[in-house]
């Protein structure tokens, strides 16, 4: 799983391994019970994902495949991305 933006100052690094976790919903449980609150709150409301967070599974965003019940498997690619202010 590779983190980008305010999600790598939450987790303090560019990448994490988590192994076993047969969906991205439950990769994303996972992550927020080994970094926290704050991870949580960057990513999750009420269990679904924030507007403008963007999950890749091997470069695919989780909107078009099956959302947080897509599966991975060992050798699945996950970039996590969370949600940008910008002008």
Do not use: W
Request: proline share 3%.
């Amino acid at each position: 799983m590779r983190f980008y933006a305010s999600l790598r100052d939450v987790t303090g690094t560019k990448e994490a391994r988590i192994a076993g976790c047969k969906t991205v919903g439950e990769l994303l449980r996972r992550m927020c019970d080994k970094y926290g609150k704050a991870f949580k709150d960057l990513l999750l409301r009420d269990g679904s994902l924030i507007v403008g967070v963007m999950v890749l599974v091997n470069g695919t965003h989780i909107a078009h495949l099956q959302g947080l019940d897509t599966p991975l498997s060992e050798d699945s690619t996950v970039d996590i991305f969370p949600p940008v202010a910008g002008g």
